[in-house]
């Protein structure tokens, strides 16, 4: 069983009794969206994640957990705060997988195993998302802040042996 964790991208996890597929998907994922979570203040969701683990039937020898965060860190909040502080778009992403991190190896400490699927490329909207919320800037500029983030996750996972998975160079030009 894959245990899908994360912002609203996490709920393409999980599918209605009337939807084809439903019993493979059933059997297959369990999902916990945190709403509007973003990888820099997650780790405020590790209490209600641990119960919700607990209370499920997780089997730390076949199980594993799947993360998906990040997509509104790029979208709405490292751009601006790397202008605001003074920082490359680098050094924002950093501030911001450095608490990612410290979450991830909460759970692996734990001894979860830990998949993470990079952070999701940003729609075509300037300034604001078709359903009004908003966006930094153009969609080059946030993809550019998506590529830096999915990178420094990467590389986190590549040092701490979790699995990493990323569609970005598939859709993004």
């Not at 209600?48 to 683990?53: A, E, H, I, N, Q």
């Not at 924002?92 to 997988?97: D, E, I, N, V």
Request: aromatic share 10%; charged share 25%.
């Amino acid at each position: 069983m894959i245990y899908v964790i994360g912002d609203s991208h996490s709920q393409i996890f999980e599918a209605k009794e009337t939807e084809p597929n439903y019993e493979v998907f059933n059997k297959t994922f369990k999902t916990k969206w945190l709403e509007a979570a973003t990888a820099f203040n997650v780790g405020k969701h590790i209490p209600s994640v641990m119960g919700w683990l607990s209370n499920s039937q997780f089997n730390k020898e076949t199980d594993s957990l799947l993360f998906i965060l990040g997509e509104i860190d790029a979208r709405v909040h490292l751009g601006p705060q790397s202008h605001t502080q003074g920082i490359t778009y680098e050094e924002s992403c950093k501030l911001c997988t450095n608490k990612y991190h410290a979450f991830l190896n909460h759970f692996k400490s734990e001894g979860y195993k830990i998949i993470v699927m990079g952070a999701t490329p940003s729609g075509p909207h300037n300034d604001r998302n078709g359903d009004g919320s908003l966006s930094y800037k153009t969609p080059t500029e946030r993809n550019e802040i998506t590529k830096i983030f999915n990178k420094q996750v990467n590389d986190i996972c590549d040092n701490e042996g979790f699995i990493y998975r990323d569609i970005n160079d598939k859709v993004i030009n």
